[in-house]
């Protein structure tokens, strides 16, 4: 929980220590490189069998891919039906945030988005998260990678907004945690989850451009 609690307020610090005023947005995507260098740098033994597999592995990373991309997208709108007759006014405050970051610098944004986010929370609730937890209890791995992964994306509004928006925004990210998870179960490979996360982030920042 460190790179998502301590490591904004560290680079927060550390710039406000050198007296130099930066953007959110250039903020956040240092936040973003930081943690994909992490998860590439510590996990690397990981990510050395990972591709080494890669090739006799790549038509099952697509075909899990395309069916959890489309089963995500299935659930998603489910959700968000529900969500819009609970609230029809609701909007996600981080999609939101994320779509006025993207105004200042969208080359940034959509680096950070598309390809270094998932990169680092795909090995982190996933690889980690999730894959030490299943051995355990392929449950608790399902039910608790999902809460932490909707969790990480919420909590910065905590305090902030309505605890029935907060719920909301909860809800919204419960679909991508269940079938990234289910992706990485199915496959076996790291590869999977990153690439539907990476195409359901490259959907959402298109469509703020």
């Known amino acids: 929980m460190f790179q998502v609690i301590f490591l904004p307020r560290l680079l927060s610090l550390v710039f406000a220590l050198l007296g130099v005023s930066i953007s959110s947005t250039i903020q956040n995507f240092l936040y973003f490189s930081i943690n994909a260098f992490v998860a590439i740098w510590i996990f690397r033994d990981f990510w050395k069998e990972t591709l080494s597999a890669f090739p006799k592995d790549l038509s099952k990373i697509l075909l899990v891919g395309v069916c959890g991309f489309f089963l995500y997208r299935l659930l998603s709108l ?75 994306h919420i909590h910065n509004y905590i305090g902030l907004l309505p605890p029935q928006t907060m719920l909301l925004c909860f809800l919204q990210y419960l679909p991508a945690g269940v079938c990234l998870a289910a992706a990485y179960h199915i496959s076996g490979s790291i590869l999977t989850p990153i690439l539907i996360h990476s195409a359901v982030n490259a959907i959402a920042i298109l469509s703020v451009r």
């Open 78 to 152: 489910a959700v968000g039906m529900l969500i819009a007759a609970i609230d029809p006014s609701f909007v996600n405050a981080n999609d939101q945030n994320i779509a006025q970051m993207s105004q200042e610098n969208y080359l940034l944004m959509a680096l950070g988005t598309v390809i270094l986010a998932p990169i680092a929370e795909e090995v982190f609730h996933r690889g980690v998260m999730f894959g030490l937890l299943y051995r355990r209890s392929p449950v608790a791995g399902y039910i608790v990678s999902t809460v932490v992964f909707s969790l990480v």
